[in-house]
């Protein structure tokens, strides 16, 4: 499959979506239901988190990367946080991770392995984060970072978003890091992102929970930016009645965030978030106020 050839765009929408492995809220498993989710989207890339690879039965022993690829038309890669032997009877290895969609050829992707906090017992499941390359027309090289942090530490979620605050000091111009991290941005683990330059894209676009607002970004006060919660801040989990901000999407470098939204989905047990950025610096260039 090859990836879209187009005039120069100023504009990209990212979303991030945990889709756990096709299973509704309703608890029955539906891939083409997720498609359809992520198609609503309208976005060009897309990062996915607990995606099976002929895993189990629980997903019909599916390559659900390739599949969902195959029904919306995309490109994509998928990386294995869990990599098992081959079920009785069968010969692919059971895999589970992490996975990229896009409208845009991925020119190259790796995954880094993320630690646990070692004072702590190790995580009950390995986690990491995979490295995308994409080059949308018109844009410098783009990096996607997408990753699933740790569901029962802040200190391993923190012993985790160190080594992606790391690997992101590698590179060399705008990134987007897509993730279901267990936790709201403002959350103490999550604080070395903010330090290292990175910014949550639903407190820059100013974006309320069930907005489906368009236009300009409002500008979001220093006093709202200080509550360790705002009640505007648009809430991904549990999808029936979300509570928590445990899915977000984050912009480093010459990247504006504009329009931000929370889909109402019931498609998985999260709700996805998706976000329209503008790249700074060209003849389209989004204002920065």
């Not at 996805?272 to 790249?279: D, G, K």
């Amino acid at each position: 499959m090859r990836g879209r050839r187009e005039s120069s765009v100023s504009t990209l929408r990212v979303a991030s979506y945990n889709i756990r492995h096709g299973v509704g809220s309703d608890g029955r498993l539906d891939l083409p239901r997720t498609a359809a989710a992520i198609a609503a989207l309208g976005a060009d890339v897309i990062g996915l988190q607990e995606v099976d690879d002929t895993f189990a039965e629980r997903s019909a022993y599916e390559d659900q990367a390739a599949r969902l690829a195959q029904m919306l038309g995309l490109q994509v890669c998928f990386a294995a946080t869990i990599d098992l032997p081959a079920a009785a009877g069968r010969e692919r290895r059971r895999r589970y991770g992490l996975a990229l969609l896009s409208r845009y050829e991925i020119v190259g992707h790796e995954l880094h392995p993320l630690p646990g906090h070692p004072a702590h017992p190790a995580p009950r499941e390995s986690r990491s984060v995979l490295r995308a390359r994409l080059v949308p027309p018109g844009w410098p090289p783009l990096d996607v970072l997408v990753t699933h942090l740790d569901n029962e530490s802040h200190e391993h979620r923190l012993a985790q978003i160190l080594p992606i605050v790391r690997c992101a000091d590698e590179l060399d111009g705008p990134a987007v890091l897509l993730g279901d991290m267990n936790a709201d941005p403002r959350a103490p683990e999550l604080a070395p992102l903010a330090a290292a330059g990175w910014r949550d894209a639903a407190t820059e676009s100013g974006a309320r929970a069930g907005s489906r607002r368009r236009g300009a970004p409002r500008r979001v006060s220093p006093l709202i930016r200080a509550l360790p919660l705002p009640p505007s801040t648009p809430a991904t989990f549990p999808a029936r009645r979300p509570l928590r901000r445990l899915d977000s999407i984050w912009l480093l470098g010459a990247l504006h965030g504009g329009e931000l939204d929370v889909a109402r989905t019931r498609a998985s047990d999260h709700r996805p978030v998706v976000a329209t950025i503008h790249r700074l610096g060209g003849e389209d260039a989004a204002p920065t106020g």
